[in-house]
C-alpha cells in the first residue's frame, strides 16, 4: 500500500520537476510564451491546459486496447480536439475575458506537443489510473512553469500584480509598487524569450552544479577507495613480512 | 478476407470515436449557446458604451438585402444600432447621435470583431474591439484611429503599422465600409427614423 502511494507520488512529481514539460523538455513553449503577459492569464491557460490533458490522457487509456496501431494519431487527434472544443464552449460561456484574453492560443492545445506526447508515450501504454497521475502531474507542472515565468513578466512589466481582471468573480485588485519603473519589453514577445532564457540558464545553472557536485563526490569516494586499498594492501605485505621473519 | 475485417474495423473504431466526439460537442452548444449569446451582447454594448458614453441604443437592425440593395459591396457590416440621445428636460422625444455598426472579418490570420462608431454626420466616434482572433488580443495599438477623430487627417491617411499590418489593414478596411454603409444609411430611411 505504502509502496504504491510512494510510486503515485513519484509519477506525479516527476511531471513537476523531474520531467518538467516546458523548463525540462523544452515543449509547449509557444503558449507559454504567449500567454504569460500576466499572472491570472497564465493560471488560466494551465488551468484550460490541464484539464483537456487530463481528460484525454483519461479517454486515450480506457481506449488503448481498441486503438489500433494504424490510427492512433488521428484517433488522439480527433479526441485531444474534442475536448479544447469543449473547453472553448465553456470558456466563452463561463469565462468570456480568459476566452478573449488567450484568443487562439486555447485551440492551439490541440497541437500542443505534451498533449499528444502523454497521449502517444504514456496514456496508450499505462492504465487509467496511472495515466490520470501522469497528466496530473504534467498539468500541474506546466502550470507552475508558465506561472513563473508569469510572475516575472508581469511584475517586471507593469511593476506589480493585478488580479480580477480576468477572473471577473473576484474582485479587481491591482498591487503596483513599481509602476513607474515598469520595463515595458516583459510585456512583449521579445520579454518572454528574455525571461524564458533566464529561467532556462539558472536550471542549466543549478543542474550542472549538482552534476559536477556529484562528479566530485564520485572522485573522492574513488580515492578513498582507492587509499583504503593501498593501506590494505600494505598492511597485508607488512603481515607477510612479519610472517616471514617468525 | 482478415484484412477487410480490419479496415471496417478500423474506420468503425474512428467513426465511433469521432461521432462520440461530435455529441458530446452537440451537447456542450446546447449548455452553453445561450450563455456565449449573452456575453457577445454584453459586450457589444459594452462596446457600443465605449464609443457613445452618453448614448443609448435605439433601434437595430440586420445589414440585410434591402441594405445590400443600396451598398451592394457591404462585406464586414452585420448590424445596426442607432444611437440616440435625449432631448433632454421633460421632452421624452431623442435625435439620432450616430451609428454603431458591428463588423465581422477575417484575413489568413484570423477573425475580427469590432464596433465602429460613426456620428450621423460620418464623423468618426471610435472602435470597441469585440474579439480579436488575429493574435495575441494585440492586433491594435491602443488609440488605433485616434487621429482620424479630430477630422484632421482622413483613414487613407492613418499609417498602418499599429502592431501588426494585416490585422490593422483589415481594421482600416472595415473602417472605411462602415463610414460608407453610415453616410448611406443616414441618406435614406432606415438609419434616420429617431432624427
Not at chain 1, 509557444?30 to 481528460?55: D, H, Q, R, Y
Not at chain 1, 580515492?223 to 605485505?237: I, L, S, T, V, W
Not at chain 2, 443609448?56 to 445596426?80: A, L, N, R, T, W
Request: charged fraction near 20%.
Amino acid at each position: 500500500m505504502a509502496k504504491e502511494k510512494g510510486k503515485n507520488m513519484k509519477n506525479f512529481l516527476k511531471g513537476i520537476i523531474a520531467e518538467n514539460p516546458l523548463f525540462v523538455s523544452i515543449l509547449g513553449t509557444c503558449p507559454a510564451l504567449a500567454t504569460t503577459k500576466s499572472l491570472e492569464a497564465a493560471i488560466g491557460m494551465g488551468f484550460l491546459f490541464t484539464i483537456v490533458l487530463i481528460c484525454s490522457s483519461i479517454l486515450v487509456s480506457l481506449l488503448r486496447k481498441l486503438i489500433s496501431e494504424e490510427i492512433r494519431t488521428p484517433a488522439y487527434i480527433v479526441i485531444i480536439a474534442t475536448f479544447v472544443t469543449l473547453v472553448k464552449m465553456f470558456a466563452n460561456a463561463f469565462l468570456p475575458e480568459l476566452y478573449s484574453t488567450l484568443g487562439v492560443f486555447i485551440s492551439l492545445i490541440v497541437v500542443n506537443c505534451i498533449v499528444l506526447g502523454r497521449a502517444e508515450a504514456y496514456a496508450s501504454k499505462n492504465t487509467v489510473k496511472d495515466s490520470l497521475i501522469d497528466a496530473l502531474g504534467m498539468g500541474v507542472g506546466y502550470t507552475l512553469a508558465i506561472m513563473l515565468m508569469a510572475i516575472f513578466r508581469e511584475f517586471l512589466g507593469t511593476g506589480g500584480f493585478s488580479f480580477g481582471v480576468i477572473f471577473t468573480f473576484i474582485p479587481e485588485v491591482s498591487w503596483l509598487p513599481l509602476e513607474k519603473f515598469a520595463i515595458n519589453i516583459f510585456q512583449m514577445p521579445a520579454g518572454a524569450f528574455i525571461v524564458f532564457g533566464i529561467i532556462l540558464a539558472v536550471l542549466a545553472f543549478i543542474k550542472n552544479r549538482k552534476a559536477e557536485k556529484k562528479a566530485a563526490l564520485e572522485k573522492l569516494e574513488k580515492q578513498r577507495k582507492a587509499e583504503e586499498a593501498k593501506k590494505a594492501a600494505a598492511a597485508a605485505q607488512a603481515q607477510a613480512v612479519e610472517g616471514g621473519n617468525k | 478476407m482478415s484484412n477487410i475485417k480490419k479496415y471496417i474495423l478500423t474506420a468503425v473504431t474512428l467513426g465511433l470515436i469521432a461521432a462520440s466526439g461530435a455529441l458530446l460537442i452537440a451537447g456542450a452548444n446546447m449548455i452553453t449557446r445561450e450563455r456565449i449569446a449573452q456575453n457577445e451582447k454584453e459586450s457589444v454594448n459594452k462596446g457600443i458604451a465605449k464609443i457613445f458614453n452618453d448614448g443609448q441604443i435605439g433601434q437595430d437592425f440586420e445589414v440585410d438585402d434591402e441594405i445590400k440593395g443600396y451598398y451592394p459591396d457591404v462585406k464586414y457590416s452585420k448590424h445596426v444600432y442607432e444611437i440616440v440621445k435625449s432631448n433632454g428636460g421633460d421632452n421624452p422625444s431623442t435625435y439620432l447621435e450616430g451609428l454603431a455598426i458591428q463588423t465581422t472579418g477575417s484575413n489568413n490570420y484570423g477573425k475580427v470583431s469590432l464596433i465602429i462608431g460613426f456620428t450621423k454626420d460620418c464623423v468618426y466616434k471610435g472602435l470597441s474591439v469585440i474579439s480579436n482572433e488575429q493574435s495575441f488580443a494585440s492586433t491594435l495599438k491602443k488609440g488605433y484611429l485616434d487621429e482620424i477623430k479630430d477630422g484632421d487627417k482622413t483613414i487613407d491617411d492613418v499609417s498602418v503599422s499599429c502592431g501588426a499590418t494585416y490585422g490593422a489593414k483589415l481594421v482600416r478596411a472595415m473602417v472605411e465600409e462602415a463610414k460608407e454603409l453610415t453616410r448611406i444609411l443616414t441618406m435614406t430611411d432606415k438609419g434616420a427614423n429617431n432624427g
